[in-house]
Structures are given as structure tokens and as C-alpha cells.
């Protein structure tokens, strides 16, 4: 096994900077999506005092542990309940993943924000928010979202935004803040990959992995809200 790896490396200085030189490119390669990303996003990441206000705030699902949300999912449910109670947002749509019957990730959304103060009747929820693109386009076009509030970690509030906006959605982020932890640095090196499907999904926008009809959840809540 040693004698093959020896045979494949390079033999001369010259063979050794073309290595360094073509591993250096395709690590600029694989870099420039995430940079694209980052940079074309941050002018929209705002705080909760200073994000401009907007009818609606869209929470992305981070997971369910025994059937409640995880700690960051929790942590993005707090900061969307906060943007309520300041008047920020009327409305609230939470998007996750419903695909079997013992995992309802948006339902779990829903209960957490209601506990937190947030009326049943101005939270939507989206049962086929399996990624990010997918969470975007459908609120777009099922749920008829055109201006929100983006609720995320940090590390990937951005991406959020970037694919939001090539969904349609003219949007602010805001980027819920974590503990520098195992967790927090595998979710930004599992952004660096995810940039680059980001990427594609900008530049192709294909369907949503679920379409369906046009749900009026969004337009209800506002009336609701306009009401009151």
C-alpha cells in the first residue's frame, strides 16, 4: 500500500509545485460559492432591534429531539417570538420536514411558539420544508410570501437569504447567535458544502422536492392581524 501511494506522488520540485498549485485552485473553486454567498447576503443580517419590520418571518427547522424542537431550533423559535412581541412581524411561518407520521418537525414549531406567547391563529405551518431552496420557493409560491423576516443560526442565515431572494422573496435575516461548540463549527463547514448546491439552485431554481396547491394560511393570519 505504501509502495502505491509513493508511486503516485510527485518525484520532482517541479511535480510538487504543480501539486500545490492545482490543489490551491480547486480550493479557491470550491471556496467561491460560500464567498459569493457571504458577501452578497450580509448587508441583510440585521438584529432583532434593528431589522426593518415585515409582514411576515419565516423559521427554518433545525431538528426535533423525543419530538420537541432541539436546542438551536428552539433558540430560532425565541428570536421569531421576540420579532412578534416587537411588533416586527404579524404573521409566522414555520417550514420543516413532516415526511412521516412520528416526525412532525412544523407542528412542534408551532406548539413552542404558541407556549411562547404567539396566538395559534398567526403561525403557518409548512410540512415540506425539506431544505433550504425548498423552505424558499414554497413560501413564495404556495404560501404567496413576498417580504419577511428570515430566522436561522448565523452560519446559515446567509445562505437562507441568497436563496430566498433568487425565489423571489425580497427578505432580511436575522441571525440567531450560539455557543462557538461542536455543533456551531460543524454547521459552518457543512456550509461551505452546502454553497455550492446554493449555488445550482440559484442559477437552475427547479421545483420544490413537494409543490402542491396554494395555501391561504399567510393571507388568513394577516386579515387576522389587520382585524385586531
Request: some cysteine.
Amino acid at each position: 500500500m505504501r509502495e502505491r501511494i509513493r508511486a503516485l506522488l510527485p518525484r520532482t520540485r517541479k511535480g510538487w509545485r504543480r501539486t500545490v498549485q492545482l490543489a490551491a485552485a480547486v480550493c479557491t473553486l470550491a471556496l467561491l460559492p460560500a464567498t459569493w454567498m457571504y458577501t452578497a447576503a450580509t448587508p441583510r443580517v440585521r438584529d432583532v432591534a434593528d431589522v426593518p419590520a415585515a409582514p411576515v418571518a419565516v423559521v427554518f427547522g433545525a431538528g426535533l429531539v423525543n419530538g420537541a424542537p432541539s436546542p438551536y431550533l428552539a433558540h430560532r423559535l425565541a428570536t421569531a417570538a421576540r420579532l412578534y412581541r416587537n411588533h416586527k412581524v404579524v404573521a409566522l411561518l414555520v417550514t420543516g420536514d413532516n415526511s412521516r407520521d412520528d416526525y412532525n418537525e412544523p407542528g412542534a414549531m408551532r406548539g413552542y411558539l404558541v407556549q411562547h406567547g404567539v396566538p395559534a391563529d398567526r403561525v403557518v405551518l409548512d410540512y415540506a420544508g425539506f431544505d433550504t431552496w425548498d423552505s424558499c420557493a414554497r413560501a413564495k409560491r404556495i404560501f404567496g410570501v413576498d417580504r419577511a423576516i428570515l430566522v436561522s443560526q448565523s452560519f446559515h442565515i446567509r445562505r437562507a437569504l441568497d436563496l430566498c431572494r433568487a425565489a423571489g422573496i425580497s427578505a432580511y435575516g436575522v441571525g440567531v447567535a450560539e455557543p462557538h461548540d461542536a455543533t456551531w463549527y460543524f454547521g459552518g463547514v457543512r456550509e461551505v458544502a452546502a454553497a455550492s448546491k446554493a449555488a445550482f439552485n440559484v442559477l437552475v431554481r427547479p421545483d420544490p422536492s413537494l409543490l402542491g396547491p396554494k395555501d391561504d394560511g399567510i393571507a388568513v393570519a394577516l386579515r387576522a392581524a389587520a382585524r385586531s
